[in-house]
Nanobody, 119 residues
Framework: VQLVESGGGLVQAGGSLRLSCAASGSIARIHDMGWYRQAPGKQRELVAVITSGGSTNVADSVKGRFTISRDNTKNTVYLQLNSLKPEDTAVYYC??????????????WGKGTLVTVSS
């Protein structure tokens, strides 16, 4: 199973970006999908997670600015980032809990996409 993120880049404060993460491989079922981020010198932190049924949980630090969604037909999760702040600068990682054709219930990570917010 592979997770590939896209959509990162450089944006000015107050701007928006949309991140995408597509899962591929021998997938039987995808349970939760989500986004984490890691800023320079800091630990990786949860940004948002969405269940297969569409229930979401969003970190307080981004609530009201970031929205997570998914398209189960495309095995893809999205993160809409609005009203970006310089402190949102980080590498954003996609995460999924997957039943593959070989293993049940494993966590997979993407390689990350860099979001840089200039002041």
């Amino acid at each position: 199973v592979q997770l590939v993120e896209s959509g990162g880049g450089l944006v000015q404060a107050g701007g928006s970006l949309r991140l995408s993460c597509a899962a591929s491989g021998s997938i039987a079922r995808i349970h939760d999908m989500g986004w984490y981020r890691q800023a320079p010198g800091k630990q990786r932190e949860l940004v948002a997670v969405i269940t297969s049924g569409g229930s979401t949980n969003v970190a307080d630090s981004v609530k009201g600015r970031f929205t997570i969604s998914r398209d189960n037909t495309k095995n893809t999760v999205y993160l809409q980032l609005n009203s970006l702040k310089p402190e949102d600068t980080a590498v954003y990682y996609c995460h999924a809990y997957v039943d593959s054709s070989t293993f049940a219930g494993m966590y997979y990570w993407g390689k990350g996409t860099l979001v840089t917010v200039s002041s």
